[in-house]
Structures are given as structure tokens and as C-alpha cells.
């Protein structure tokens, strides 16, 4: 019972810190913009991020736990599987830790894998580690990041030229209101009913789930277009010059959906990113029930879901504040308009990346995607926005250690903790 509990405080460091780096990502470019305050992006993020955790975080965890490494090749001492797992989880709280209080976003995603991977290494030879996986994680460090920028710079493309640059913008936003939410309402239906129609209670429906998730997009598109259709019939008239009165303006007006857009990403970043935490500890659980390591017919238990959300949830409150101002502010300079757009590339990207199976980074997606607005204003002399080359050249050094740095820890740790191992 100790062991568990030791092991589970460990879960909840590496979670803390992946809520104070991870999470911070989703919010930072609406912080960043003025959208919303701080302490709003805190309370949004919380609640989102722990409904994400609980409900659909048990498939990210069950694949980190039999995927990365062979779990069979410890079935003769699943103990010592149990004291890998528990290498991970502290090399990936230590390194999450590290970058959180330099302000850099990385990848917890790369971090588990790698410690994963440095343990399994260590324990049961080279041959114990999936290295088609690592090398398509690798990858991502190039695709994610090019992809979520030209994505970003699509949509902050047409949103200057059919609303922002138009001579009534006020107006031309009204026109446009049913369309974003068309596409906040897809991006986000499309990556979150998926998941919940793949749950066991809807297994039992007469109706595939993916023509349910089909038809309540529809829905809900639907319902939007009807409730901005007084906008569409009645835009606003212009207003009059009364003094000290404050009028709305397209980025004001923006604000709104950006905020939205940051909701969808805390939702479906807890919803993936809650098994990097939680996966060790589960394994671990499962070896202590069991005296056996976790293969065919292993779940995640709910209490460890719950323990990985409220470690996010108060990682983010303490310590996110860094990586929100490196996301939002150290970067390049954003406005709600240029807010919006990154946060639904990155979102974009995520659901692309589902759909043919490609593990990515929501830090990767977010960095291209605010990287990619920002070399798309430096050819507007209007906009005259600048890039911290300094702040891109710490972040990506980041990216690239990640993996490398948690497998070297793990495997220090596990090698060293195997001396005291009874």
C-alpha cells in the first residue's frame, strides 16, 4: 500500500508539471491576446482539462503503457517493470520541471516516450524498445510545426482579406459569424465525438458512430447559423460619435471565438495528453493487483484518471504562468484575430494527425501555428510584427533534447535503483 502511495504522489509531480508546461500551451496564445485575463485562463483550462482527463483519457494511457515497450519480455518479473515505470515518471516530472521554469513549451508526449523507452532499454536490451514509433515521434518534430503554421496562415489569410481589411469589417464579421462557427463547431466535433462515441455504452447503438458524430456536427451547425441569423438579416448600424462610449471592433468581436477555440484545445489536450502522466502509475496499479504486467484485458482505473486530472489542473494554477507568456507574448505579438487562427491550426492539425494515426505535440502544433502567422505579417509593412529568433532558437533545443534527455534520466535512474531493488 506505501509503494502505491509513493508511486502515486510521483504520478501527480509528473502531472503537476505537465499541467504547468502542456496546458499552459492552450491557453497562452488567448492570454497572449488580451482575449481573456490570467486567472480566466486558469479556471477555463482547469475545468476543461479535467472533464477531458476523466472522460476519454484511458486510451493515450493504455497505449504509452503496452505500446513503447514490450511489456511480455518482463513477464517473468513484473516488478521490475513496476520500478521502470517508476524511473519514468521521475525523470519526466524532472525535465517537464526544468523547461516549465525557463518558460519553454515541450512535448510530454516525447518526454514519456523517451523515458519509456530508456528504461526499457536499460532492463531488457535494445530489442525490448519499438523503434518504428520513436522514429515516427521523431518526425513529428518537423511535420507538426510546418503543417499547424501554413494551416495558421491560411486562416489569418482570409480572415484580413474577407473581414479585417474590408471597409465595414463590423459588418463583414456578422456575415461571417455562421462559418467560424462552422468550423470551431467541426474541428472540435470531429476530434472529441469520435472518442466519446467509441466509449462502451454507445458500442450497443444500431447507428455507426461515426454517422451519429456526422449528424450531430450537422446539428450544431445547424443551430449556430439560426441563432446569428437576426445578425445576418439585422447587422449592427454604424455608431454614432457619442462621446466616451465604447464601440466593438473586429478584434473585440473576435475575442469571443478565440476564447472558444482555446476551450476546444484544453478540452481535447486533456482528453490525449493525461495519459503521459498516468500510464506509469496504472501499470503500476495494475502489477500490484495482479503480480502480473499489463497485457491483454488492462484499464485504466478511474481513481488514477482523477488523481492525472487534479495534478494538471494544479500544475497549471502554480506554475503556468511562464509558458503562457513564452506561447502568447515572447513569441510575436497577437491579437484576438491572429489568436483564433493559431489556436484552430492547431487544432486542425491534431485532428489530421488522428485520423491517419500520427502521434504529435500540442506544443508543436500551437509554436508553428503562432510562428507561421507571425512570418506571414512580417510581409505586411501595415502589421510590422516581430520574431524573437532568441526565443525559437531556446524553444526548438528544447524539442530536440526531449527525447534524448528523459531516456538518459530514466535509464540513469532505473540503472541506479536497481542496486537497492530487493
Not at 508511486?7 to 491557453?27: P, Q, R
Not at 532492463?123 to 513529428?140: C, D, E, F
Not at 461571417?176 to 455504452?201: C, E, K, M, T
Amino acid at each position: 500500500m506505501l509503494f502505491l502511495v509513493l508511486t502515486s504522489l510521483l504520478a501527480f509531480y509528473f502531472a503537476w508539471n505537465l499541467g504547468a508546461n502542456d496546458v499552459a500551451n492552450a491557453m497562452g496564445t488567448s492570454v497572449g491576446s488580451k482575449a481573456i485575463t490570467l486567472r480566466q485562463a486558469l479556471i477555463i483550462a482547469g475545468i476543461l482539462e479535467f472533464t477531458g482527463a476523466v472522460l476519454f483519457g484511458r486510451g493515450v494511457s493504455e497505449t504509452l503503457t503496452k505500446n513503447i515497450v514490450d511489456p511480455s519480455l518482463f513477464a517473468s518479473d513484473p516488478h521490475r517493470f513496476a520500478l521502470g515505470m517508476i524511473s519514468a515518471l521521475l525523470a519526466c516530472g524532472i525535465w517537464l520541471q526544468i523547461a516549465t521554469l525557463l518558460g519553454l513549451p515541450v512535448s510530454s508526449s516525447h518526454a514519456i516516450v523517451g523515458a519509456i523507452a530508456g528504461f526499457g532499454w536499460v532492463a531488457a536490451g535494445r530489442q525490448a524498445v519499438n523503434w518504428p514509433s520513436i522514429g515516427i515521434i521523431s518526425l513529428t518534430w518537423i511535420v507538426t510545426p510546418l503543417v499547424s503554421g501554413a494551416i495558421a496562415i491560411l486562416f489569418y489569410s482570409l480572415i484580413r482579406r474577407w473581414i479585417l481589411e474590408q471597409p465595414n469589417p463590423i459588418q463583414q464579421l456578422y456575415e461571417w459569424i455562421p462559418w467560424l462557427s462552422a468550423a470551431l463547431v467541426g474541428v472540435f466535433g470531429f476530434i472529441v465525438l469520435p472518442s466519446l462515441f467509441a466509449l462502451q455504452p454507445f458500442q450497443t447503438l444500431p447507428i455507426p458512430s461515426h454517422d451519429i458524430s456526422l449528424i450531430l456536427g450537422a446539428i450544431a451547425i445547424s443551430a449556430v447559423t439560426v441563432i446569428n441569423w437576426r445578425s445576418l438579416s439585422s447587422p449592427p448600424s454604424p455608431p454614432s460619435p457619442t462621446p466616451n462610449t465604447q464601440h466593438p471592433t473586429p478584434e473585440s468581436s473576435l475575442s469571443r471565438f478565440q476564447v472558444l477555440s482555446a476551450c476546444f484545445v484544453a478540452f481535447a489536450h486533456g482528453s490525449n495528453d493525461v495519459g503521459n502522466a498516468v500510464a506509469p502509475l496504472a501499470a503500476i496499479a495494475y502489477i500490484l493487483s495482479t503480480g502480473a504486467v499489463p497485457l491483454a484485458g488492462f484499464a485504466v482505473p478511474l481513481w488514477v484518471l482523477v488523481l492525472g486530472g487534479i495534478g494538471i489542473v494544479s500544475g497549471l494554477a502554480v506554475l503556468g504562468k511562464n509558458v503562457m507568456k513564452t506561447i502568447g507574448e515572447g513569441i510575436t505579438t497577437l491579437q484576438p484575430s491572429s489568436g483564433f487562427c493559431a489556436e484552430l491550426a492547431a487544432a486542425t492539425t491534431t485532428l489530421l494527425a488522428s485520423r491517419v494515426g500520427l502521434p504529435i505535440s500540442t506544443s508543436h502544433a500551437l509554436v508553428g501555428a503562432v510562428v507561421g502567422i507571425g512570418l506571414f505579417q512580417q510581409f505586411q509593412p501595415h502589421l510590422k510584427p516581430v520574431i524573437q529568433i532568441g526565443i525559437l532558437r531556446q524553444i526548438a533545443l528544447a524539442w530536440l533534447v526531449t527525447i534524448p534527455f528523459a531516456a538518459g534520466l530514466s535509464a540513469a535512474i532505473f540503472a541506479v535503483s536497481q542496486q537497492f531493488w530487493p
